[in-house]
């Protein structure tokens, strides 16, 4: 597999256009003729499943030749947190693309800034049936839906593991507990708790083939860490936007955390989105917190390794089990130049064919938001091994809650813990050997900060 | 230095055992120079060395990790090929280099034409100005990105190779003048008053002796110009986020590191690929540069 | 040369304007510098829209609240003085100035020595690999760095389990982060440091060595009463130039740790671009770089004295 992983597409660049100069002096401006119905910009988030951005580009020609419409489409990578870059400077400049794609709280934060698409979204909902509720929780505001909940790139984080590490070191039959079957939740299943995750951290720690689970201050690091601290009952902010770090429940978390963070490897610290997919893929780590971008990149670079991954659901704590969740929305600028071919764009892309046709692309990595689209029978022969993300989605046999760290805290709050990284702070603190209230005192103050 | 404390202190010895052993401690500092230097070499080379051991890897070769990292088990051109046929990568180089000879061009006319005029024609102020233009580098560009932002922003600039044409320059042309100003100072006088008399106009002396007389330091300042403009980050990494505007060194860093590929390969080739200008600009004309860095410092 | 002289010859055919009363002379003189005025215009233009209206524009940007709405005085600088992160930052931004700038110093004087001691061309070639890391655009090579710090693929650690030494997390805890990253830096910058001092060194008259060596001075008494006092300016302008550029260095740390771990390595620059530029908190990113001010202008001051009395050098 050769793909060419940096072809992105370069179809009108309006805003060379206005620099007469810069478009003489740059050959490859390309102007659409007569019959275009104008032009609409959009960003989307980078696939990290290698397959993805080609199969969304396919589509969006499609709505190009459809339409007459002309779109301008590039890929923006959350690596290095540019695609929250971007979005901030674009919010500034009050000039860039038309539809942006923009995850989680920082959906929150842009709320004035973005285009009511309320009867998009109806439409949407009356054709797939409602959108589920953390959609609601981010992209619904007083005056309706400033968002529209896409699929491209909605992702569940849950547990990853080496079916072989696991039954050789912890004796855990991973296909067992959670088979590619729609079965009531299994024994083995049913007993896959906190305290059997901390034990089979330590096994695997002792045999050399660690979790692999980051501390760094990053989204997947921050989403693993927001699940267990949310299984504990655990918030740092309640609804009211009052700091809880010093609840019983916080402790308690930070108490499980630091026996946690010693099996976790040396360096988890400075860990970042694909640190934990380079340890899994390298053969390191026997576990990791992840949707399946990680297996499929295995599948072409290390196919044996490929062959032995198993998606999951997370283990449940004293309050439960929560799937860490992660979603993108597709909004539109209040300062957007073209916003009726913005909606029509982002309506066209989230058609149920386009939807399942692109999930499918991505090997099951895309998670639908709209309720119909989740029963499509895309994720049950997904292999080798087949099966593999039978459970990525949080299916009811799982009796699992998707979460997204720092729910339910007030927006503007969470949005810069999350981005901060205070909570995986606080652990890699530990990490480092402070003790428990050293860390609460710390994130007391930073907390304050954000209030 | 060893051997020093022998010589010390001790009564002077007669001039030929002197000059002898003067001599053998010479061959010995010498050798020992060398052996000391290549020591330095090869720490200082490991990272270009990875580098370019790595860009021959496949994608295979490194995630297997199998054997020995510093060395490529089944060297491969892919990633360079590949590289040098995609419209992204080639897009990038392009705004690189037309960035690059914008930012050269027109810092060195701000700065020829400014170094000429503080070093020969003078008016008030002018002392101010060759003394403010250095201290200039005392408010660094990490400290304005954040205005200028705004600024940029307001210009309509965001997102825009023109916005690295305008600022550049600012990073560039006060150490161009400076040594432009060494420059031309040590044309004698007499040299440009002698054409004065005989009814030459400035911009005559300027292009027919200054620009010729000063040539090296003009190729000295050209590279300096160059460096700062080819190998800019924080600029374009604050300013330009999509992937049709990025210069080699954000597209590189930002778009070619994906989480989950294993593209090193690639960006290590990418990285080979967009250092080979400057080394090569180096390698033919690293005198020039040196004399004019040195240029200014030496005469303190 | 050659075209000097042509030109002198081809333009005496022009007969010049032979100097008369007080008043045309006068007149000419301001003719001379507004024109010279008129040349420098380019250069002041672009130090005033680009260099000094953007740094009043951060000041005012400061004082203003994350919407950009209301006036807050200096509460962004109080907000940030209250945080530990920022005194983190505080902290890592003079060690890594310092501690990097002593090291680049260090081995520059160490090697320009070595090199001093090798004559004629092959002092050429070592040069031109010497300076290597300084001609790589230093994102690039931070790149570099990076994946061979890698944790799962580090070339480092791989090296060292060969030789039987236990593996280093060189990102993974804050120390080792500190410490790699002034190593990314006096990597980088030693090369600069070399070539000043080593012009320095040449420009050293020979002489005074002979002298020196004739009265049976010791190589350490060479170093203490001829070298470094010949080469104190430089060494000093070097040092005070590295340390603005240090200081407010961006590239390695952005690109080697971002800031982690734990914040640990974050400097004023990377640390106002997560907040201003990334966060969206422009203001209070303002504020953070803003921090730079104080210590810049120390160093401003250092530097003005030494150019200012270089230029009276130059004058007399």
Request: net charge positive; aromatic share 12%.
């Amino acid at each position: 597999m050769t793909r060419n992983i940096l072809s992105k597409t370069a179809a009108t660049r309006r805003k060379v256009l206005k620099f007469g100069a810069a478009a003489s002096a740059l050959p490859w401006v390309h102007i659409r003729t007569a019959g275009a119905a104008g032009t609409v910009s959009i960003f989307f988030w980078d696939h990290w499943v290698p397959a993805g951005n080609d199969a969304i580009r396919k589509q969006v020609k499609a709505f190009e030749d459809k339409n007459k419409t002309e779109v301008k489409v590039d890929f923006i990578t959350s690596q290095g947190q540019q695609t929250t870059l971007t979005i901030n400077a674009e919010a500034q400049a009050k000039s860039g693309h038309d539809v942006i794609t923009i995850a989680n709280w920082t959906l929150r934060d842009q709320e004035d800034n973005l285009e009511n698409v309320d009867d998009v979204v109806k439409r949407l909902e009356a054709q797939s049936g409602p959108a589920n509720e953390v959609a609601n929780y981010l992209g619904k505001g007083k005056k309706g839906w400033f968002a529209v909940p896409s699929s491209w790139g909605t992702q569940n984080k849950g547990p990853v593991a080496r079916i072989s590490l696991f039954k050789e070191h912890a004796g855990l039959d991973v296909q067992k507990m959670y088979p590619a079957a729609n079965v009531p939740q299994t024994p083995e299943a049913k007993a896959w708790t906190m305290d059997v995750f901390l034990a089979t951290a330590e096994k695997m720690h002792k045999a050399g083939k660690p979790f692999g689970l980051g501390i760094g201050t990053t989204a997947d690091n921050t989403d693993m860490a927001g699940s267990i601290f949310a299984s504990f009952g655990a918030q740092l902010i309640d609804v009211d936007g009052k700091i809880q770090i010093q609840s019983a429940a916080v402790r308690q978390a930070l108490e499980y955390f630091q026996k946690l963070v010693k099996f976790l490897p040396a360096d988890a610290q400075s860990w970042d989105d694909s640190s934990n997919n380079r340890a899994l893929i390298s053969g390191a780590a026997s576990f990791i917190y992840n949707p399946p971008s990680a297996w499929a990149v295995a599948l072409r670079d290390a196919p044996a390794i490929a062959e032995d991954i198993w998606h999951f659901a997370p283990p449940a704590g004293p309050k439960g089990r929560f799937t860490p969740h992660s979603m993108n929305f597709w909004g539109i600028w209040k300062f957007a130049k073209n916003k009726s071919a913005a909606k029509e764009l982002i309506e066209f892309l989230m058609q149920p064919d386009n939807v399942a046709e692109r999930s499918t692309a991505v090997l099951g990595y895309d998670l639908p938001p709209f309720a119909k689209m989740s029963e499509s029978h895309v994720w049950d022969k997904i292999g080798p091994p087949v099966g593999t993300v039978y459970n990525y989605p949080v299916r009811p046999q799982h009796h699992s809650v998707a979460h997204l760290a720092h729910m339910p805290a007030p927006p503007e709050i969470a949005v810069q813990v999350y981005n901060r990284g205070t909570l995986t702070t606080m652990l890699a603190k530990m990490k480092a050997g402070e003790s428990i209230d050293q860390v609460i005192k710390w994130g007391n103050i930073e907390l304050e900060g954000f209030i | 230095m060893s051997g020093a404390t022998a010589a010390a202190g001790g009564p002077v010895p007669r001039k030929k055992s002197k000059v002898g052993s003067l001599e053998r401690q010479q061959r010995i500092s010498i050798r020992s120079s060398y052996a000391a230097l290549s020591i330095f070499v090869v720490i200082f080379l490991v990272p270009p060395f990875y580098m370019v051991m790595t860009a021959l890897k496949s994608s295979a070769e490194i995630s297997a990790q199998q054997g020995n990292p510093w060395i490529v088990q089944s060297p491969t051109m892919e990633n360079f090929i590949q590289l040098a046929t995609d419209a992204s990568f080639q897009r990038y180089f392009i705004n690189s280099v037309w960035v690059t000879a914008m930012v050269v061009i027109i810092s060195m006319a701000i700065a020829i034409l400014a170094a000429f005029s503080l070093s020969r024609m003078g008016f008030k102020g002018a002392q101010v100005l060759s003394t403010g233009v250095f201290l200039t580098y005392l408010v660094p560009p990490s400290l304005l990105f954040i205005p200028l932002f705004q600024i940029v922003g307001t210009l309509g600039l965001i997102n825009n190779t023109w916005v690295l044409v305008l600022l550049f320059p600012t990073l560039a042309v006060p150490f161009c003048t400076w040594i432009m100003i060494g420059y031309f100072n040590s044309i004698p006088k007499e040299l440009d008053e002698a054409a004065l008399i005989d009814g030459a106009t400035y911009p005559q002396i300027l292009v027919k002796i200054f620009i010729p007389v000063a040539l090296p330091g003009i190729i000295a300042a050209t590279i300096f110009a160059f460096t700062v403009a080819w190998g800019g980050f924080l600029y374009p990494l604050a300013y330009l986020y999509s992937a049709d505007q990025a210069t080699l060194t954000v597209g590189i860093v930002r778009e070619l590191i994906k989480g989950d590929v294993f593209a090193w390969g690639m960006i290590m080739a990418a990285c080979v690929m967009a250092a080979a200008p400057p080394i090569i600009v180096y390698t033919f004309l690293m005198d020039y540069y040196v004399a004019g860095l040195t240029a200014g410092a030496t005469k303190g | 040369m050659a075209d000097g002289s042509t030109m002198v010859v081809g333009a005496s055919a022009t007969t010049p304007p032979a100097p008369r009363q007080g008043g045309t002379m006068k007149r000419l003189a301001r003719r001379r510098s507004m024109a010279a005025l008129a040349l420098c215009a380019p250069l002041i233009a672009l130090i005033i829209c680009l260099k000094i209206y953007p740094t009043f524009y951060a000041i005012f940007l400061s004082m203003l609240d994350r919407k950009m709405n209301h006036f807050v005085g200096l509460d962004n600088f109080a907000y940030l003085l209250g945080r530990p992160s920022f005194h983190l930052v505080i902290f890592q931004s003079c060690l890594f100035a310092v501690t990097a700038v002593v090291m680049k110093a260090i081995i520059g004087f160490i090697l320009a020595h070595l090199m001093h001691n090798i004559r004629g061309s092959s002092q050429r070639i070592w040069r031109g690999l010497l300076l290597v890391p300084w001609v790589i655009p230093l994102s690039l090579s931070t790149l570099t760095w990076w994946w061979l710090f890698d944790p799962s693929y580090s070339a480092f650690n791989w090296t060292l389990s060969w030789l039987g030494l236990p593996e280093v997390p060189f990102l993974g805890t804050v120390w080792n982060a500190r410490i790699s990253v002034i190593m990314v830096n006096t990597w980088f910058g030693a090369p600069f440091f070399m070539i000043m001092y080593l012009a320095a060194l040449k420009s050293v008259p020979e002489q005074l060595y002979e002298a020196a060596a004739i009265d049976g001075a010791s190589a350490w008494q060479r170093l203490i009463f001829i070298t470094l006092p010949m080469m104190r300016n430089i060494i000093l302008i070097t040092v005070l130039y590295s340390l603005i550029v240090t200081f407010a260095d961006f590239d390695i740390v952005r690109i080697l740790t971002n800031g982690g771990p734990q914040d640990g390595t974050h400097l004023f620059a990377t640390y106002a671009f997560a907040v201003g530029i990334q966060s969206g908190n422009i203001p209070r990113g303002a504020s953070v770089s803003l921090f730079m001010f104080p210590v810049l202008a120390t160093l401003a001051f250092f530097v003005l004295r030494d150019v200012l009395n270089r230029n009276k050098e130059v004058a007399t």
